[in-house]
């Protein structure tokens, strides 16, 4: 079974930067490159949000409108890791962010149904 796991989180101050990893382990019937990796994060009382998405290569991305300017997606192959930079961060950014995979060459959208295997979710705080 596929298993995603975030790491990366934890607390920042607003206006500060964190990193966020995903990396991905237990193939069965693909291959790690095979997967369009997004991620998502959620807070109480509200649905899951897409924030980012990247391709099976690697491009393109797509990018929430909360997410343009100040995140950045990237994915390592080789490493079996996609990686979510966030910059610029405010207190609106708190919340258990999500990395998902679907078997799918490309995102086509940032609905979370769409997305299949899951991670277990880690918590960013962003506060002073």
């Known amino acids: 079974q596929l298993q995603l796991v975030e790491s990366g989180g934890g607390l920042v101050q607003p206006g500060g930067s964190l990193r966020l990893s995903c990396t991905a382990s237990g193939f069965t019937l693909h291959t790690y490159d095979y997967y369009a990796i997004g991620w998502f994060r959620q807070v109480p009382g509200k649905e899951r949000e897409g924030i980012s998405c990247?391709?099976?290569?690697?491009?393109?991305?797509n990018y929430a409108d909360a997410a343009k300017g100040r995140f950045s997606i990237s994915r390592d192959n080789f490493r079996n890791t996609v990686y979510l930079q966030m910059d610029s961060l405010k207190p609106d950014d708190t919340a258990v962010y999500y990395c998902?995979?679907?078997?799918?060459?490309?995102?086509?959208?940032?609905?979370?149904?769409?997305?299949?295997?899951w991670g277990q979710g880690i918590q960013v705080t962003v506060s002073s």
């Open positions: 990247i391709d099976k290569i690697g491009g393109p991305t």
């Open positions: 998902a995979a679907r078997p799918q060459p490309g995102c086509d959208n940032l609905w979370y149904r769409n997305f299949e295997a």
